[in-house]
């Protein structure tokens, strides 16, 4: 007799897992999806388009919510984390945790909370540069699409306005922390990636105010984000008509992270030719080692090469000091004319790089902290929880990892 | 079946608090086949829930109407039986909150679009699917290299029968004259051995894996779950296959075409024919000057536009064992950039290790030859200078060409290929969805779809072998795939109708028809993606879904009540897509956005699939304007049915030619591009749009 | 346009010097950039390390920049490869003397640590020669005098002949080098005098300002200038010594100026050269990788200078063993004053030949 085929287990609901999770479900099988933080999407749905296409992320994840909200095989659980995995291929038995979020899934996502709420946290989906509610919609697009409360700033039933207002009984501030147990069949870890911390160095003055990272440069430049339709500095809220770009901030670099995050040069052209569609008559010189644009982008390259205010400068920058009116000043040598350059800069944008996010359950690593493919069988890492890759390769190993996954009996 | 239909106004969410729910209870009650009319402050929780559960098994109901939030939201609760058909009208996201609250306008909006549901459910059907019968679960592998024999693995893995099949007498395509391989895992520092024996010996452990070697494909007919594959081996053998993945691979960019490279010359070899080379002949003398020279022929906007992506892997790998062979060599690497990309780096980091492996980044101004001595100038070096260098041998790392799919030989209308994109790559054109086809259940993988490596190349057979899977298993359910997955309905067509046009033959992005020597249209459902470009397609009203049909959506527009008095009062139908701009629009009221209230919105597939009738019945029903909100056309098309947009455009003119013989002015019909995100922009679009038609005036069929 | 010959063996002597690797450099362009001293217009190291990666000896020999680096450390600090261009440089200059040294032998025996037993029995049979032939080749009778020992005029005739003899070779060494630096540089043609231009760099070389601006190790400026001056204050004295042998009466009492001057600059010298000591142990990661060169300079002048007090000591003291200290002294000298253009010492030189190069061509350090 055939055993009953347990579902998969996908940790991680940005894009990868998001795309496992439909892709093994389409093809008839269940699968269970956990996401850490309270919405889905990851890194991704904070990007405001992609390359070289220059398209929103949304569109495609609008129509993965969808899959995800018309297909009964998909089981979800945000603010979920695995706290332990035992047995082995075909048997796994999972322990999750579920943070509170102290607002129940009957939640209307009508704002009234948020109206009400007299406390305000830094919104992490704008990387706190912007502000939110304790009682917060994460973004206009969140999936599930419900309010939240920031169990660290919410002053609880000491407040209780929120409790009050809700129409709904949709407000439990004394909700706990479950543990769900279940059993699956295979466990794809899509844990992903975070950009490396540019604090750490030193010579490239991220404390400076102008100075700010490429994934934070995301939510600069994106509509929806910290300026809205404007790029702002954060110093004075001024428009910057001088940006620079620092590739391989971190990256390639023995004291920081050794190898080549893949996607950061594509990602600094991209936010050249967004800069310069929204200021035509912005300056933007882009400092790099390699350009490293694989395949068909270098169309991508081409383009950003054939606007004349966006220069290329091969050479990287060693050292940023800031001005007294918040300023930089990148220096650089630019390695084909033999000279060092001192480019005073109203804004500059640091390339950090992809590290793994990891997981707190023991798994095979390399050195640099990304899975291997050496693993017990039945677990399959998956994306940029491997090796950093951009979106479009994320989404072609998510669907590999699907049949992968499926394989498991 | 007789229709019975339960209307449920929520008044949670302000809805309450800007409409008159009353008003809209008489409305609703005096619309066709509505059983009960029920109101609840919170339709979505438990009670709500309940009421139009035990409604739904009381009343016998078939229908429902659920006014209340966006049919984006609460989907997890209003989940009801297959056999009941769901229509949400969206009072909150779209009337509540972005009209005025309590205010006429607002109210006649809410009115209008309880009608328009009402109607719709009145007009369509549940969809039946379309089941084929002899599904076949069998896959078909085009082409044996490593993609091909990964693809047909992985499969076999998960349980299905794969025919690989191969032009060439043996399996293993260019991994069959590799040297050494580059290391794909950590630590990359070590050569491996090419892995093809390895690969060769795993496909032959399978028995549900068919090798079909020194053959081609004659014809391949069908659909997904019933693709006739008719194979040529001396003779012609059929086989029957549920999906097909190809992977045809590359070819070298041809030498030739690179004089000024040295090719031609003695001693001036290709990466190619030097791997080759090596692996003929492991115990020959290297010589000992070499230099490669990267990029020969690529990212030149001459030859190959694009980066090749495996090149400066490959010379790094060759750069490796020529040092192991002849340890009295030296290496040149002249690079434009070296790209060993993501952990690759450590791999490049290993080959500089050597202390004769000289990289400089430079461009070959100059390749003389003299006395079997080479020279190369290479200018803009980092050496400060121009540099010349003596060398006994060039190796120049040439780039890929796609190999195309027109072996597939496909017996569709729309050619025997799978369509492709810039430069020959049969690739996806889109980042979220790399597997996106326009040949349903036929998949590209490997260095025919992107330039790719051996490890990618891997991956990408996987991935694709999945979407093989997968087709065949929605095939067997009756169900779309991506991008409408689960969608049971299809198109059907009276074809007494049909005037043999063509249209709907030619303009299926996914070349769902073929035709008869008349023209006429022979539809293969499976290869459908449900997009209804063929529904807007057609002059005659022949195809129509179950659920979406000509008749279903001219029904709601005349379901609009056009007030008489055009000066206070005039409308303006949107149709909009689906996938971006309804949700744009959503977003838009749930910013608390406001816009004119004479907007009626009709959320289509595609705005390729508006078809001419319904503009024309439109603009006699009273419209004062018509807008069409479709995702972006052009060369980086955000369109999830490839051309839908642009068709828009195309039968742009096709349609002014009926507002010209009602005499209407142009301006009447507006098409405009959103991406998702333009929620911001929705108020500007709806808002300009209606002062310019209140500038022209009212339509004059509004009073006949 | 050049044409390129990698020079295999040089680059391995180099990669072996600084026990550095090389390879791995991807020509960024940090090292230029954290470099304080680099100039604008073709800063140094990162031209250097892909000269020194494809073994271009010519290039980096003749080269000025090699030796306006003050070896602070920076560039190894922020290097993202590993790559250690500041030991490189350091091994570069360790290289130019033995290129430059003539005779070439000398140069050899000073630079390897099997062939020290010989560089130790040259001064020893060349002094018990002299002193045989001064007829003075015994320990004296009575009370410590040197000058039984070693007569004053055999000393100072015979030590400043070799002296002249050294660093004469060192001189013809140092125009080759300065040739080389011209033809290197064909489309800069050095203005002014030597003088002229030494008098330029003035500042630079008294002041030590070259040094501050160092990040990775501040303490260097304070160790180098207390060698610097301590060394410079000795030689005055000794002048002052040699003068006074042939003037007044020799030794100078213990409270003679010049021979308080004289124990404050071999003070100055110990504290400084005790700093450079611990540095190099104690801090490999800032200070780099140190070579026998490196170890046999800083150990002899700082054995000159314990040597040189003790003997003094000996002296008032009236030690048995003072003669044989004595001699290990003359030995130390021979070493530091001797051996000057064969070893590390003769950075001395060559850095002040660059900086005048240098400011002739009008290149300025920042």
């Given at each position: 007799m055939d055993k009953i085929q347990k579902p998969v287990l996908i940790i991680g609901g940005g894009m990868s897992g998001v795309t496992t999770a439909v892709e093994i479900a389409e093809v008839g099988k269940e699968v269970i999806l956990i996401e850490k933080i309270p919405y889905l999407g990851g890194n991704v749905i904070k990007f405001n388009n992609y390359f070289p296409k220059l398209c929103p992320p949304t569109c495609g994840l609008e129509i993965n919510f969808k899959r995800i909200k018309q297909n009964s095989r998909i089981k979800y659980y945000t603010s979920t984390e695995v706290i332990e995995v035992s047995g082995e291929k075909g048997d796994f038995k999972v322990k999750l945790k579920t943070t509170p979020q102290f607002i129940k899934n009957n939640c209307t996502a009508c704002g009234k909370c948020a109206e009400v709420c007299p406390v305000e946290r830094p919104n992490d989906f704008n990387y706190g540069f912007t502000k939110t509610k304790a009682a917060y919609l994460p973004h206009e697009m969140a999936f599930p699409y419900k309010f939240f409360i920031d169990d660290e700033f919410c002053k609880k039933e000491s407040c209780n306005k929120c409790v009050e207002a809700c129409e709904y009984n949709a407000i439990d501030l004394s909700a706990k922390e479950e543990i769900t147990e279940l059993e699956v069949s295979s466990v794809v870890v899509a844990t992903g990636w975070k950009n490396y911390d540019a604090s750490k160095i030193d010579n490239l003055n991220y404390a400076a105010n102008n100075v700010i990272t490429n994934v934070e440069f995301e939510r600069y430049i994106a509509?929806?984000?910290?300026?809205g339709d404007k790029l702002l500095r954060p110093s004075d809220n001024t428009e910057p008509k001088k940006i620079a770009f620092v590739q391989c901030a971190g990256s390639r670099d023995e004291n920081h992270l050794p190898y080549c995050s893949a996607v950061c040069c594509t990602a600094s052209l991209k936010h050249a030719i967004n800069i310069q569609e929204l200021y035509p008559k912005a300056e933007i010189k882009i400092f790099y080692i390699d350009m490293r644009v694989a395949g068909r982008n270098e169309d991508f390259l081409n383009k950003a090469k054939a606007n004349k205010n966006i220069e290329l400068v091969k050479g990287k920058v060693g050292k940023i000091t800031e001005t007294e009116n918040n300023n930089l000043i990148l220096e650089a040598e630019d390695i084909l004319s033999g000279k060092k350059i001192k480019y005073e800069a109203e804004m500059a944008v640091l390339a950090t790089g992809i590290v793994p996010s990891g997981l707190n359950i023991n798994l095979n690593t390399d050195k640099d902290h990304f899975f291997t493919d050496l693993q017990p069988e039945g677990i399959i890492p998956v994306a940029c929880s491997r090796k950093p890759m951009d979106v479009s390769t994320s989404v072609k190993d998510a669907t590999a990892a699907a049949l992968k996954a499926i394989q498991i009996n | 079946m007789n229709k019975k239909i339960g209307v449920y106004i929520c008044s949670g969410c302000e809805i309450g608090k800007a409409l008159d729910i009353e008003k809209l209870n008489n409305v609703v009650s005096?619309?066709?086949?509505?059983t009960i009319c029920k109101n609840h402050s919170s339709l979505c929780s438990v009670e709500g829930f309940n009421l139009i559960n035990d409604d739904i098994a009381k009343e016998n109901l078939d229908r429902i109407v659920i006014a209340a939030c966006s049919p984006r939201a609460k989907t997890e609760v209003f989940d009801f039986p297959e056999n009941i058909l769901l229509e949400r009208t969206n009072l909150r996201e779209q009337v509540a909150w972005c009209f005025e609250p309590n205010d006429e306008n607002t109210q006649m909006a809410a009115e209008d679009y309880l009608r328009m549901s009402i109607t719709k459910l009145n007009n369509i059907e549940v969809p039946q699917p379309f089941i084929a019968e002899n599904i076949s679960s069998d896959i078909l592998v085009v082409g044996g290299g490593i993609t091909g024999i990964t693809s047909a693995i992985e499969g076999a893995k998960a349980g299905y029968t794969v025919h690989i099949i191969e032009k060439e007498e043996k399996l293993g395509g260019w991994l069959n004259k590799l040297h050494k391989q580059i290391p794909y895992s950590a630590p990359y520092s070590k050569l491996i051995d090419s892995e093809i024996e390895d690969r060769l010996k795993e496909l032959e452990q399978f028995e549900n894996i068919k090798i079909h070697t020194s053959t081609t494909i004659n014809k391949i007919d069908g659909q997904p779950g019933q693709f006739e594959v008719y194979l040529q081996n001396g003779t012609e053998e059929k086989i029957t296959v549920g999906s097909i993945v190809t992977s045809t691979g590359w070819n070298p960019y041809d030498a030739n075409n690179l004089p000024h490279l040295g090719y031609g010359k003695p001693n001036v070899l290709t990466n190619v024919e030097f791997e080759e080379f090596v692996k003929n002949n492991p115990d020959k003398d290297l010589p000992k000057n070499i230099l490669f020279i990267q990029c020969a022929g690529s990212r030149d906007k001459d030859h190959l536009p694009y980066c090749s992506g495996f090149c400066c892997g490959t010379s790094l790998k060759q750069a490796t064992y020529i040092r192991e062979l002849s340890p009295k060599s030296n290496v040149f690497i002249v690079y434009k950039d070296i790209r060993t990309l993501g952990l690759y780096e450590e791999f490049y980091k290993e080959v500089q290790k050597d202390d004769q492996i000289f990289f400089t980044k430079g461009e070959i101004e100059e390749i003389s030859e003299e006395n079997n001595n080479l020279k190369a100038i290479v200018k803009d070096t980092l050496l400060g200078e121009k540099i010349s260098l003596s060398v006994d041998m060039i190796v120049l790392a040439t780039g890929m060409v796609p190999n195309g799919t027109e072996d597939l030989n496909l017996n569709y209308r729309l050619g025997k290929g799978l369509p492709e994109l810039k430069y020959n790559f049969s690739d996806s054109h889109f980042i979220c969805f790399p597997y996106e086809t326009r040949r349903t259940g036929i998949y590209a993988a490997g260095s025919l779809r992107a330039p790719m490596d051996i490890a990618a190349s891997k991956e990408d057979a996987t991935g694709a072998m999945l979407k093989a899977i997968q087709t065949i298993e929605a095939t067997k359910r009756g169900e779309a795939v991506h991008p409408r997955s689960g969608d049971k309905s299809y198109p059907e067509l009276?074809?007494?109708?049909?005037?043999?046009?063509?249209r709907c033959t030619e303009e299926c992005p996914f070349g769902s028809y073929d035709e008869n020597e008349k023209g006429t249209p022979l539809p293969n459902p499976n290869r459908c993606r449900r997009c209804g470009i063929c529904v807007g397609s057609c002059p005659e009203r022949v195809i129509s879904f179950a659920d979406y049909s000509i008749n279903s959506v001219s029904a709601i527009i005349k379901s609009v009540e056009i007030p008489d008095e055009f000066e206070e009062k005039p409308r303006i139908l949107a149709f909009v897509c689906e996938n971006d701009a309804y949700p744009a629009i959503d977003m838009a009221g749930q910013k608390g956005l406001k816009y004119s209230p004479y907007v009626r919105i009709i959320p289509v597939r595609c705005i390729g699939s508006i078809n001419k009738v319904w503009i024309s019945d439109a603009l006699s029903q009273g419209f004062d304007g018509i807008l069409q909100i479709g995702c972006k056309p052009g060369d980086d098309y955000q369109c999830h049915f490839i051309h839908g947009s642009e068709l828009t455009e195309t039968r742009g003119e096709n349609i002014q030619e009926t507002l010209e013989t009602m005499m209407l002015e142009p301006e009447r019909i507006r098409t405009e591009f959103v991406e998702i995100t333009d929620y911001d922009k929705i108020p500007q679009i709806i808002n300009d749009y209606v002062e310019e038609i209140e500038l022209i005036g009212p339509n004059p069929f509004k009073d006949m | 346009m050049i044409e390129v010959k990698p020079d295999i063996e040089f680059k391995k002597q180099l990669k072996q010097v600084s026990?550095?690797?090389?390879?791995?450099?991807?020509?960024?362009g940090t090292c230029s950039v954290v470099c304080s001293l680099a100039p604008d217009d073709r800063p140094f190291p990162r031209k250097e390390m892909i000269w020194a990666g494809w073994g271009m000896k010519d290039k980096l020999i003749g080269n000025a920049d090699i030796w306006l680096c003050h070896q602070c450390g920076d560039c190894t600090t922020y290097c993202p490869r590993g790559v250690n261009p500041s030991d490189v440089f350091s091994a570069v200059r360790e290289i130019s003397y033995q290129h430059y040294a003539k005779p070439k032998f000398l140069s050899k025996i000073l630079n390897n640590p099997k062939w020290l037993p010989v560089a130790l029995l040259i001064p020893i049979i060349i002094i018990s020669a002299i002193l045989y032939t001064a007829g003075t080749l015994q320990i004296p009778e009575g009370p410590v005098n040197y000058s039984k020992f070693f007569p004053h005029a055999w000393l100072n005739s015979s030590f400043s002949s070799l002296w002249f003899l050294t660093i004469g070779l060192g001189i013809v060494g140092l125009r080759n080098f300065w040739n080389d630096m011209k033809k290197q540089n064909p489309d800069l043609k050095p203005t002014g005098s030597f003088i002229k231009n030494l008098l330029s760099i003035r500042k630079e070389i008294i002041l030590h300002s070259n040094f501050s601006s160092c990040s990775a190790q501040k303490t260097r400026k304070i160790a180098h200038l207390l060698v610097f001056y301590g060394f410079i204050m000795l030689l005055f004295v000794t002048a002052f010594a040699i003068y006074a042998a042939v003037t007044h009466n020799y030794p100078l009492g213990f409270l003679n100026p010049f021979k308080i001057l004289g124990n404050v600059a071999a003070m100055m010298l110990i504290v400084g050269l005790g700093i450079m000591i611990a540095n190099r142990i104690l801090n490999k990661k800032d200070f780099g990788n140190s070579t026998y060169s490196d170890w046999l300079f800083l150990i002899s002048l700082f054995l000159l200078t314990i040597s040189g007090v003790i003997v003094e000591a000996a002296r008032f003291l009236n030690w048995g063993l003072a003669y044989h200290l004595y001699f290990f002294h003359l030995i130390c000298v021979w070493f530091i004053i001797i051996y000057l253009p064969y070893t590390k010492f003769g950075h001395l030189m060559f850095r002040v030949v660059a900086m005048v190069y240098a400011a002739s061509v009008g290149r300025r350090l920042k």
């Open positions: 509509s929806n984000g910290v300026g | 005096s619309e066709q086949n509505v009276y074809l007494d109708r049909c005037t043999d046009c063509k | 026990k550095s690797s090389l390879n791995e450099c991807m020509q960024c």
